[in-house]
């Protein structure tokens, strides 16, 4: 009798720990979808399409747009200065309409079984003190890639913009590759 009372006594504490857990977990996804409320209410998303500083096009999770303070596309002359490893000299960047590098020409998918990448990051990937066609992360890249999968059609988008945080970054993504305005890109 002692071995069967032992039995159910732990299927008891069993049960009991099982309960417990299932009511901690809806206990901590009411207070998650609470917390979601409360900031979607005393701190909600700005309009991403609002002007500032006269640029209709500017985009609040893209402060890329705003960089230079000019609506995209436009291109702009940068003066890398003393970094190691590159001559000091002036490059010339073509910022599309999205407000990233990557030619225009490549924005939109060709063929339906064509790989294509986008490479976010901050300058390391953007790397302005490079010639868009001649180095940098995403065009290194698609060269790889190219090598890899012969008679395939490769594309890396540079999406890298200098200076952004993470959340930028995501934002980006969201916007560009996700179901927005851009999404066939």
């Keep these: ?16 720990v099982v309960k417990l857990f299932k009511v ?27 002007s500032i500083w006269g640029l209709s ?7 890329a747009w705003n960089y230079h303070r000019m609506e995209p596309p436009y291109t702009s002359v940068f003066v890398t200065g003393p970094l190691t490893g590159v001559s000091t000299r002036k490059v010339t960047l073509s910022i599309n309409r999205f407000g ?9 998918r060709t063929e339906k079984e064509e790989l294509r990448i986008g490479v976010i990051g901050g300058s390391a990937v953007e790397c302005s003190a490079l010639e868009t066609t001649s180095g ?33 970054h995501l934002a980006t993504v969201a916007q560009l590759a996700g179901a927005g305005r851009y999404s066939n890109l």
């Excluded at 995403?138 to 959340?167: C, H, K, W």
Aim: proline fraction near 5%.
């Design 1 to 16: 009798m002692g071995e069967v009372s032992k039995c159910k006594s732990l299927v008891s504490i069993r049960a009991a």
């Design 24 to 50: 901690l977990s809806i206990q901590i996804l009411i207070a998650w979808v609470g917390l979601e409320l409360l900031l979607n209410l005393f701190s909600p998303f700005p309009d991403p399409y609002k």
């Design 57 to 63: 096009k500017h985009h609040k999770y893209l402060p």
């Design 100 to 108: 990233l590098l990557f030619h225009e020409s490549v924005a939109l």
């Design 136 to 168: 940098g992360l995403a065009s290194r890249l698609q060269d790889y890639l190219v090598e890899a999968f012969p008679g395939r059609r490769v594309t890396v988008l540079n999406m890298g913009i200098t200076g952004q945080d993470t959340r930028t």
